[in-house]
């Protein structure tokens, strides 16, 4: 008997090898990565890491230096049109005329993109308590913050992509923005790429990680995955670490150290003055991003067991 094969779906995003230059300095360099489609991935870095970067190249605002990088399987800059169908954005200061009235932000809506869902748009705002008779300027920032996420949600597309939305929200507003963000990705299917400098954010909503720092990626992949490969080394400071396994960040105080170390399918035997502990999801991000460029984990990397 045979069968015919169905073909794997396309990641939501493939980038390879991307890299964007800024005259003499690279703003991104060797970006190597796949996110599935469904997934919510968390970006996070310092100001200046590349996050803006990345995504501006993955909805094809910016040309690629180097390498390239795909949407749902094409090219996003060669293939503009069919990536900007694709793909909802939401930039950090939610630019929206100032003078239109959410009606008339939902009316350009409409206008801009072939699969609007008006009726959703007119859902939510009603839902949120917005009039679409308010102008923009008349809104407070929560509430620009929701329009800007509606239209981005009415265009129907199946990536979602937003640049630190929530930067200048306030607490309050911050948390009712998260919480109607993951109930619309939970019941359109959507994935999601978020950036946020707000960790503790991003542990709660994302299964997918990726840490820039420097203009590249030092980490990236499944949650579970880089928590379960990564260990967190506790002993006295005058202890030796020599024979361990990659130590990607080590923080010393005046009798103990901390190091935390990437681990294989066998736990590495230690000496016995370290403990060694799980590693939680923000020391995990942490110690990427204060060890330096040799703090890498590359994608496709086996790390082998240590046992001595």
């Given at each position: 008997m045979t069968s015919m094969a169905r073909a794997a779906p396309a990641p939501a995003l493939r980038a390879e090898r991307l890299g964007k230059r800024y005259g003499k300095a690279w703003g991104l360099r060797d970006c190597t990565?796949?996110?599935?489609?469904?997934?919510?991935?968390?970006?996070?870095?310092?100001?200046?890491?590349?996050?803006?970067?990345?995504?501006?190249?993955?909805?094809?605002?910016?040309?690629?230096?180097?390498?390239?990088?795909?949407?749902?399987?094409?090219?996003?800059?060669?293939?503009?049109?069919?990536t900007l169908r694709r793909v909802g954005y939401v930039a950090q200061d939610h630019p929206l005329y100032r003078d239109f009235s959410v009606a008339d932000m939902f009316r350009l809506?409409?206008?801009?993109?072939?699969?609007?869902?008006?009726?959703?748009?007119?859902r939510r705002a009603a839902a949120l308590d917005i009039p679409?008779?308010?102008?923009?300027?008349?809104?407070?920032?929560?509430?620009?913050?929701?329009?800007?996420?509606?239209?981005?949600?009415?265009?129907?597309?199946?990536?979602?992509?937003?640049?630190?939305?929530?930067a200048s929200l306030d607490p309050v507003a911050r948390l009712d923005f998260m919480g109607a963000l993951m109930a619309?990705?939970?019941?359109?299917?959507?994935t999601l790429i978020i950036s946020s400098h707000v960790v503790t954010e991003l542990e709660r909503v994302c299964d997918w990680l990726i840490v820039l720092a420097g203009g590249t990626v030092r980490a990236a992949g499944p949650v579970d995955e880089l928590l379960a490969r990564h260990r967190l080394l506790t002993g006295p400071r005058t202890a030796s670490h020599s024979g361990l396994p990659g130590v990607v960040h080590r923080a010393d105080s005046d009798r103990h150290s901390s190091l935390v170390i990437r681990v294989g399918?066998?736990?590495?035997?230690?000496?016995?003055?370290w403990q060694a502990q799980p590693v939680g999801f923000e020391q995990l991000v942490l110690a990427y991003l204060r060890g330096g460029s040799g703090a890498r984990l590359e994608p496709d990397t086996r790390i082998e067991a240590v046992t001595r």
């Open positions: 990565l796949t996110i599935p489609a469904g997934a919510v991935a968390g970006l996070v870095g310092p100001n200046g890491a590349g996050k803006s970067t990345l995504l501006q190249l993955v909805i094809g605002l910016l040309d690629p230096t180097e390498g390239r990088v795909r949407v749902f399987g094409e090219t996003s800059r060669a293939h503009r049109a069919a809506g409409r206008r801009m993109n072939p699969a609007w869902d008006q009726p959703l748009a007119e679409l008779k308010r102008k923009v300027k008349a809104l407070s920032g929560g509430q620009q913050a929701q329009v800007a996420l509606t239209m981005a949600l009415a265009k129907r597309a199946p990536l979602l992509v937003l640049d630190e939305p929530v619309a990705v939970a019941d359109n299917s959507l399918p066998r736990e590495p035997a230690v000496h016995p003055a």
